[in-house]
């Protein structure tokens, strides 16, 4: 029994970027495609379909099996006069604190998926183009555009985009992934996560009170780490200065005609060694008041406990 009708039924003629394997230009070309809602109170049944135009035959698709209320994407040529192009990069960004137990900080990241697609419309029309867009697995769609359909069954999403005539557009489908690590607390995600949680109103208050008081123990730690790098570095400098003066004076030693410059030499040398005394006794000072630090500061972010995102 096969259902015989002639009726109207909502549909539109528009263009499908799929690339398709056995179709080798699809990978920068769409595909004319006819999309069109079985408004007939039947089933389909899986077959071709002829696609006119003003009385013009423009070509033949397949259609699946259709249930009755079901949409039908059905290509049946491909438009040479549009062209795409796409490119993915990779990020991660949006950080927040997942966990603090026992002194470690658990920070929960969004691992981000961008792909842009450029299409070009050579048309004299303005084209509404389907992009079909293959999903990351546990990914979640950000801020998709209006009108996006997200085919969890097929593992692929239609994302639309008008282009106008002989233009360009740029169209960014942005998939994101929860991931979670460990995080050092004196690293640059970690500052940025526990800021976020004290800028937020939901936060539990004493929580933010207890980050507050450990933060600026963090400051102070980072900030005196800074004054200890400028001196190690100074230091450094200075000894391979005062290496380079010793081996000058070795060099001229025999030398009498060069007094003068063998005391200038000495001077030199006995100044830099002073300065070096000088900056090795701040840097143990510093070193000494780091030690007492980093225990105040694992003190503090010991009695802190935080088991969920607010």
Do not use: C
Not at 54 to 72: E, I, K, M, R, Y
Not at 197 to 225: C, F, G, H, P
Not at 244 to 266: F, P, Q
Request: aromatic letters at 4%; zero cysteines; proline letters at 5%.
């Amino acid at each position: 029994m096969v259902m015989l009708l002639s009726r109207k039924v909502p549909g539109s003629a528009s263009f499908l970027f799929s690339p398709d394997p056995g179709v080798a230009d699809s990978t920068s070309h769409p595909f004319r495609v006819a999309r069109f809602a079985n408004k007939t109170g039947g089933t389909l049944e899986r077959g071709p379909i002829a696609v006119f135009e003003d009385g013009s035959f423009l070509g033949q698709g397949l259609v699946d099996p259709l249930p009755d209320s079901a949409t039908a994407t059905v290509p049946f040529a491909l438009e040479r006069a549009i062209a795409v192009d796409h490119e993915k990069k990779y990020d991660e960004t949006g950080e927040r604190i997942a966990k603090i137990e026992n002194g470690q900080l658990t920070v929960e990241r969004d691992s981000v998926s961008l792909t842009k697609y450029k299409i070009r419309n050579g048309t004299e029309k303005v084209a509404s183009v389907l992009v079909k867009h293959p999903r990351s697995g546990g990914a979640r769609l950000h801020q998709p555009p209006v009108g996006t359909e997200d085919n969890v069954g097929t593992g692929s999403a239609l994302v639309p985009i008008r282009v106008g005539s002989n233009v360009t557009s740029e169209l960014v489908v942005d998939e994101r992934t929860s991931v979670r690590r460990p995080e050092d607390w004196f690293g640059t995600v970690a500052d940025s996560a526990v800021k976020a949680y004290m800028a937020d109103a939901k936060s539990n208050r004493d929580t933010v009170q207890k980050l507050t008081a450990a933060w600026a123990l963090r400051i102070e730690i980072v900030q005196r780490l800074d004054a200890q790098r400028k001196l190690t570095g100074e230091r450094s400098e200075l000894t391979e200065s005062s290496e380079e003066t010793r081996r000058n004076l070795r060099a001229i030693e025999k030398n009498k005609a060069a007094e003068a410059l063998r005391v200038k030499l000495t001077t030199r040398l006995a100044e830099v060694a002073t300065r070096i005394d000088d900056l090795t006794k701040q840097v143990v000072e510093l070193d000494s008041k780091l030690a007492e630090l980093r225990v105040r500061f694992r003190e503090a972010v010991r009695e802190i406990k935080v088991t969920a995102a607010p």
